[in-house]
């Protein structure tokens, strides 16, 4: 194994000007932590895109390797529940934002950060689902500890062709729900429809300043979206439905009124997956295994190599991409 590798750094100037380079780094310039991986595989999530293209401020420490998400196998370990050989999988935590994080060859992590790589998936697997995918499945989680069945309802996804929006599809349909699929970009109603979707909606349906309470459509949903989409969402929601929210493609306002919730009995169910407990992320992983259909995974995914991470985290935000992307890190380190 080579002493350096590359890694893509994110810096910043005095005058707070952000630069993106791939350089070279040695095991000596990673963060504290007591577990070492070899990153095999990893993604570009909406997030990413935020990180590299510094729409939002996502980092929090410079200079700063972003990167989410990450699968890999343990190179050395000093925490109790891994040793060197054990598959991994690290999503969200302070990865990005003030811990280095997936865009280089190896990553030095806090054990506790980590799940066991799920049986059943390998490491392209795990980063074709990535960060948008476990959140995915953590929407679904929540809506069915809401109640909310395949019999009491159709379930709208919007962000349908973006990444937490297709594997949320693929969940549903299998599970046996009734998809709803809310997109802008209707040329893409084969591959929705091959992915479980039963309806295809414009999302200018939804994305527009609405009326406080509307007709009853659906009985969840999952949004990416947030803004006057997700105010929407909840207004078309039926009595006692439940309306998981993770996302914020549209925006981060949320112009609602609480007509819905106190007229009809609607619930709004916050999702976040970067701070989830253990146990829940392990439950999410052993989910997906289970409930995702890997034929289905495959037609979602495109796949990249290292050099092409930035261009991709640029097109991710322009909404150029369809799905998930994974990078294979092998042999790029
Ligand atoms: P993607 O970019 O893959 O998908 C986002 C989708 O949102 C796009 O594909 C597009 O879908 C839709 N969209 C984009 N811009 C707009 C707009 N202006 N108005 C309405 N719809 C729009 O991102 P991800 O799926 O990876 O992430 C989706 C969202 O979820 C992001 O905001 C992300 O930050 C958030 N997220 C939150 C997490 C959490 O822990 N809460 C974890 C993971 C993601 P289409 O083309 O079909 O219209």
């Given at each position: 194994m080579s002493n350096t590798f590359k890694a893509i750094l994110i810096s910043r100037d005095e005058d707070k000007k952000q630069s993106v380079d791939v350089v070279e780094m040695s095991d000596d310039d990673l963060m504290e932590g007591d577990v070492t991986v070899a990153i095999e595989a990893t993604t570009v999530n909406y997030k990413d895109g935020l990180a590299i293209t510094g729409k939002?401020?996502?980092?929090?420490?410079?200079p700063m390797v972003p990167g989410i998400d990450l699968a890999g196998t343990v190179i050395?370990?000093?925490?109790?529940?891994y040793d060197a050989g054990d598959k991994v999988i690290l999503n969200g935590w302070g990865l990005s934002q003030t811990h280095y994080g997936a865009y280089a060859a190896r990553a030095r992590v806090n054990g506790d950060w980590l799940v066991p790589m799920p049986e059943g998936l390998s490491a392209r697997d795990t980063m074709a689902i990535g960060t948008a995918g476990y959140t995915a499945m953590l929407c679904v989680m929540a809506l069915e500890r809401h109640g909310i069945v395949p019999e009491r309802g159709p379930v709208l996804v919007t962000g349908a062709a973006g990444g937490v929006g297709s594997v949320a599809i693929s969940l549903l349909s299998k599970l046996g729900y009734d998809v709803i699929a809310s997109t802008g970009?209707?040329?893409?109603e084969k591959f929705l429809k091959n992915l479980g979707a039963a309806e295809i909606i414009d999302r200018n349906e939804l994305s527009e300043p609405g009326r406080p309470m509307g007709r009853?459509?659906?009985?969840g949903a999952v949004d990416a979206v947030g803004s006057h989409t997700l105010a929407n969402v909840l207004a078309q929601t039926k009595y006692g439905g439940a309306v998981a929210a993770c996302g914020l493609a549209q925006g981060i306002d949320l112009p609602a009124t609480v007509i819905p919730f106190i007229l009809r009995g609607v619930s709004l169910l916050g999702i976040d997956s970067v701070h989830a407990p253990k146990s829940l992320r392990v439950e999410a992983w052993a989910r997906l295994a289970k409930d995702l259909d890997l034929d289905k995974l495959a037609s979602l995914t495109t796949d990249i190599g290292f050099d092409d991470i930035i261009d991709t985290a640029c097109d991710i935000i322009d909404g150029k991409i369809r799905g998930r992307v994974v990078v294979d890190m092998v042999g790029d380190g």
């Open positions: 939002s401020p996502i980092i929090q420490r410079w050395t370990s000093n925490h109790n529940d970009r209707v040329a893409e009853e459509r659906w009985a």
